[in-house]
């Protein structure tokens, strides 16, 4: 008879592999595929390794350098502890209500259903494992030198729970609404907003300070770890807080495990229209509504938020916080709006990643599919950057301002082609680069932001000004984008 | 009907150490139908990806005289790939939209006979992700004639189609080829293959073993079959006899 272990530990390979290859295939096989499987099972391992590092990193700054209080070290935990699961976990979420091989075996198979949930849950758990135990390892070592009370540790206790609760809730919720059109999208981005806006919050709760906080918060859940001072109330509460949460966890891990066995995923009735024809007529526009249409609808859309969310930031300093506005202070959010807009062609490439395959089998070139991206991101920059133009003017502020931020819209462009030259990488190794290639594509994009960020920085201090530094700030960012485009005319496509 | 619609001159496609085609070499004329037979992993669908270009390769390809596979050559090719080379994140609706806006099709006629011939219809608006196996096909069956190319490669194109679409597609094939149009077909499944195609190939380990009309290849190894030729072809025949005795 096998044991729960062992089916556990097979299943677990299978459902990593499928999270990790499923949801990112492109109809195109990867040329290597045993380094695909090698991939997936490395990707837990490097995940953890770093976000364990930033962790680490980010709670030793807070504290040596910025001299940070204590609780705010358990907000930074409760975060990264949380990140790391449901990064992990939401990756599994949509690829496993395909994963009808699994349940069509283990239906076939002479097993005991309490066995089959029970591996389940084993298995679900071995891909959070090692992040549990990575993140616990290093609070554990920021708890110790920090000293007194051992707030990173508290963070992470119960960031870990909560990330096991909101992404079986998501895995729930994905597979209730799998088949829906709207309802499926709308879960799918909330999921990756939810990333975005706990970032946001981890920043907010960084710059507070407990003392000035209002003592009824020391019973709310996660706030009552900013009031920990030693032994007392608020360390019961949020001591109780964590006993709840995993119960709640391991709760939900049973419920998930059992849902998954005995799914059947219902395909959802849709009203039908007749076919009216072609209507969009010219070739570039019908790959700019494609290029939206799919960018919304994966599982990357969430991305999109970015845009929203730091807006919200900047009205919030603004309008909240009083900060006046001078030309400086809005070509600051502007050229920072510039770096957040160069994100829009890694959403719309990496969408395309899945049905690569169909590109490639259409009189579509490199260059023109990289022309639909720049359509798109050049629209999504001149919306973006739009109330800021009129604010400008609204508050009179000399017209010359108007020049660099139009020209701040030199990055995004650069790292559009950046992001081309990698899609055909990617495309010809089959769609599934290595973690390495990864790493180094996204050194590339960093790259490719960060020179005309430099230079922007440089001139500031050397020339002063700012309509001769984002001058050269847009003449950088041209100089690499010729670049990439000669790399990627050179690339080919066949 | 003249001219050459594809002419492979020593193809060799490599994954890694692993030579999945190894020198092949076939020509297929205008209105013809040739079929490429093989086990599993003989080199066929690693072929007709090299010919469209998505895997690289050494050799000469040359697509209806217009040279190696690219973006400007793919409006006169349609293809059927094993797995269906669809965009799911669509619904067939706007999949259809924008292949006929990109190829620059703007006749709804073809499109709506199509539909209708293949029952697709009621899935119109499904995403792609969510139709059955059998549906996806049909759609990329569609999208695969949508734009009447003059070169059809189909790898194994009936996988999944109920009897009632294999049919419609067999007669789309023959129409296909009776206009001018060729088709280059990999498959498996040897009734079909004797049924449909003019002339046929059979591959084995990524090497060309025979190829001629189907009367000839029988004649070459001396079967009576397309299937007992293939078996024999491959050195499969005895396999078979020992595995059935051990039964």
Known sequence: MVSARKLASVLYKELFYQGYFASRISGLRPMNVSRVVRTARHYKLVMSAMMGFYMGLFGAMQY?????????????????????IYSLLINLAFPLQGADNIRGLLATLPLEPGLVRKALTLSLYMTMDLPIYISIAVSVVLSLVVGGVPYPLIGALEGIPLGVIVSMGFILMAERTMKGKVSGNVVRNLSLVLITVLIMLMVYIDNIKPSELNPALSIVPIVSGLFITGLGIPLYVTLMYIALFSALAYVMLRKVSTRLIESIVQVQVVRVKAFRGFRVRSPLMAL??????????????????????????????????????????????????????????????????????????????????????????????YVTVAPMMVMALLYRMPLSLQVP??????????????????????????????????????LMVILAEGLPTVSLIVALVLIGGYVIPALVMFAVSMIEFVVALVVLVRLGRH | MGGCALRVEGLVVRYGDKVAVKGLSFVINGGEVYCLLGPNGAGKTSTIKAVLGLVRYEGLIDVLGLGPPSPGVMNSVGVVMESPAVLEALTPREFFEFLGSVRGIFNARR?????????????????????????????????????????????????????KSVRVFKEVMRRHVESGGSILFSTHIMEIAERICDRVGILNEGVLITEGTIDEVKERVKAGTLEDAFLKAIHADEEIRAILEGL
């Open chain 1, 288 to 381: 700019v509504r494609v290029d939206l249409v799919q960018s919304f609808r994966s599982r990357i859309a969430g991305l999109w938020a970015l845009p929203i969310s730091f807006w919200l930031i900047v009205f919030f300093a603004m309008i909240i916080s009083g900060v006046k506005l001078t030309p400086m202070s809005v070509l600051a959010y502007v050229w920072q709006m510039s770096l957040v807009i160069a994100f829009i062609p890694f959403i719309l490439y990496t969408s395309e990643l899945r049905g690569a395959v169909v590109f490639r089998l259409l009189p579509i070139s490199p260059i023109r599919n990289l022309v639909s991206k720049l359509i798109v991101t050049l629209i999504a920059y």
């Open chain 2, 111 to 163: 499109v709506e006979t199509l539909i209708d011939a293949f029952e697709l219809r009621d899935y119109l608006d499904t995403p792609i992700a969510a139709l059955s196996a059998g549906n996806r096909q049909k759609v990329a069956i569609i999208a695969a004639l949508l734009h009447e190319p003059r070169l059809l490669l189909l790898d194994e194109p009936f996988n999944f189609l109920d009897a």
């Open chain 1, 405 to 442: 931020i139009l020209l701040a819209f030199g990055p995004p462009m650069a790292a559009t082609a950046v992001m081309a030259i990698l899609f055909e990488k990617s495309i010809s190794e089959g769609a599934m680069p290595s973690i390495l290639t990864m790493f180094i594509y996204g």
């Open chain 1, 64 to 84: 040596f350098i910025f001299k940070m209080p204590g609780p705010s070290l358990f907000a930074l935990t409760l975060t990264f502890s949380f990140i790391m």
